[in-house]
């Protein structure tokens, strides 16, 4: 989250993608640094997805990232 931020605050659009356990974390990481920046829950675990897999993830969430990332 910490990049994004910071490339957020360089104005350069950003997304972060993490899966659905750090949301709490995410949360509060967000009001601990004062902002909100633009983010995207995958289902969890990702760790051993196979290349399939994660191209099926990505597929499914493309369109949030994308729409994130024009607001």
Same mark, same amino acid.
């Given at each position: 989250?910490?990049?994004?931020?910071?490339?957020?605050?360089?104005?350069?659009?950003?997304?972060?993608?993490?899966? %659905?356990?750090?949301?709490? @974390?995410?949360?509060?990481?967000? !009001?601990? $640094?004062?902002?909100?920046? *633009?983010?995207?829950?995958?289902?969890?675990?990702?760790?051993?997805?196979?290349?399939? %897999?994660?191209?099926?993830? @990505?597929?499914?969430?493309?369109? !949030?990232? $994308?729409?994130?990332?024009? *607001?």
């Amino acid at each position: 989250m910490h990049d994004t931020v910071d490339l957020e605050i360089r104005g350069v659009p950003s997304v972060f993608v993490a899966s %659905e356990v750090f949301i709490d @974390a995410a949360v509060s990481q967000a !009001q601990a $640094l004062g902002l909100d920046p *633009a983010r995207v829950f995958v289902p969890h675990p990702i760790q051993d997805r196979t290349d399939d %897999e994660m191209r099926a993830m @990505a597929e499914l969430v493309v369109e !949030q990232l $994308l729409s994130n990332l024009r *607001a």
